[in-house]
């Protein structure tokens, strides 16, 4: 949710690094009418921005400045997307550093942050800024969230969540419970289901041989239409260009409703210290598992 306050600090951000290095902000050689520069940046970034904006003066004579200009400047889940016109050479070290700096950094204050999803949604933010987001996706609502985040919890030592997070960083148990609180309710398949999604074994099978562990599927909606997280749980760590492979063989198959999420078997041993809590935690919590495909026997003619 955007504020008022937010909405001030991001204009007075503008206005500053506009006015600081205007050039970098004109549209030089073309119509008045074409597209402004598109800025969506998160607050938490703002330093990284200001330094991206200082770096790029340093580093572009004045005599080369004319046809610079930047496009796009905004987040896309979770990532820094940085476009740009003119110059490039000297530019795109300090761009690339940007980036990598960006994808460690919290959106929302500018601590040390880690990019991670919550129901699909990719941001990268500090423990207690994910705990927060974790909060507003409790599944009952702003009421059910402000209750638990007020009410002294057995599991945390009989303080609140609210108490503990002002006391200083929050710990695992925290997370964990919060990771837990925003669950959604684990889906039912009917037949039609479990038998269309048993075919995804022999896809994934073929993908992953041997380290295939199990599938399991949630945030599974059909009333909404097809649609699904596909969990795969598999011997040792998981591979983001394996993951990208497969998702693209699912697709062919016709599972392109499906996002797959991989999860290592050790990361279920602590969901909150994975690469991707989420998925880990909705494999514990709030998933079904997909069984193991069956091929039909042959047909005998009798």
């Not at 669950?183 to 994934?204: I, K």
């Not at 040792?236 to 078997?265: F, K, V």
């Amino acid at each position: 949710m955007v504020t008022p306050v937010d909405e001030r600090r991001y204009r007075a951000f503008l206005a500053a690094a506009q006015l600081r290095h205007a050039w970098q902000f004109q549209r030089r050689g073309r119509s008045e009418t074409d597209d402004p520069v598109e800025i969506e940046i998160p607050p938490g970034w703002y330093g990284l921005m200001d330094r991206l904006f200082d770096g790029v003066a340093e580093a572009v004579p004045a005599a080369e400045r004319g046809g610079f200009r930047w496009r796009r400047l905004r987040v896309v889940h979770g990532v820094l997307e940085i476009r740009f016109d003119g110059v490039r050479d000297r530019i795109l070290p300090i761009v690339t550093r940007t980036r990598d700096e960006a994808a460690v950094t919290c959106q929302a204050c500018g601590q040390p942050g880690t990019r991670r999803q919550i129901a699909g949604d990719y941001r990268v933010n500090c423990d207690r800024h994910f705990i927060e987001l974790l909060v507003d996706a409790h599944p009952r609502g702003e009421s059910g969230a402000r209750r638990w985040w007020q009410t002294p919890q057995p599991a945390l030592g009989r303080r609140s969540p609210a108490s503990l997070l002002q006391a200083g960083p929050p710990s695992e148990l925290l997370l964990d419970q919060a990771l837990r609180l925003a669950m959604p309710a684990a889906p039912r398949l009917n037949g039609a289901h479990r038998q269309r999604l048993q075919g995804v074994w022999p896809v994934l099978r073929e993908a992953f041989g041997e380290r295939l562990r199990s599938l399991r599927l949630a945030e599974f909606e059909p009333e909404t239409g097809p649609n699904g997280t596909l969990l795969a749980m598999l011997a040792g760590e998981p591979d983001t260009a394996a993951r990208t492979a497969a998702a693209s063989q699912l697709a062919r198959a016709g599972y392109s409703d499906l996002r797959l999420r991989l999860i290592g078997q050790s990361d279920l041993d602590n969901p909150v210290r994975a690469a991707d809590p989420w998925s880990c935690m909705l494999a514990l919590e709030a998933s079904v598992s997909i069984p193991r495909y069956q091929p039909s026997a042959p047909f005998d003619g009798r």
